[in-house]
């Protein structure tokens, strides 16, 4: 049975990296902590689409949530309950820092402020 809970943790991170919107999401959270209502703004996605990418995020034990007062902060996972996300992970770090749309988004953190997007 152990096979079969490494294959199926093998494809939800795999199935989870496929999109180009989640690996941008991976790519800002290893640089800031950030919250849904900032990642919907850097990525200018809807609150829903946002929402559902990291869920499937979570899902595949990429990224975890912790919630301070009003903000749910979403960070990137420790890597502890999988193996293959942990791998992953480590390996993003170096990979796509030069990609053209990774650069802008990553230049546009600094203006991005969750009490002016959502509210304090």
């Known amino acids: 049975m152990k096979n079969v809970n490494q294959m199926r ?9 496929s999109d180009p919107n ?17 990642i919907q703004e850097v990525l200018g996605l809807a609150q829903s689409t946002a929402s559902k990418h990291l869920k499937i995020l979570e899902d595949a034990d990429l990224i975890t949530y912790s919630k301070e007062g009003l903000w749910v902060n979403c960070r990137i996972a420790d890597g502890v309950r999988n193996v293959y ?5 480590k390996n993003l770090q170096h990979w796509l820092e030069d990609d053209d749309e990774v650069v ?17």
């Open 22 to 38: 989640r690996v941008k999401i991976i790519k800002l959270l290893q640089r800031k902590i950030l919250c849904v209502c900032e």
């Open 85 to 89: 996300a942990a791998a992953l992970l």
């Open 9 to 17: 943790d093998f494809i939800k991170v795999m199935k989870a990296l």
């Open 104 to 120: 802008a988004l990553v230049a546009r953190l600094p203006e991005i402020c969750r009490e002016n997007i959502c509210g304090s």
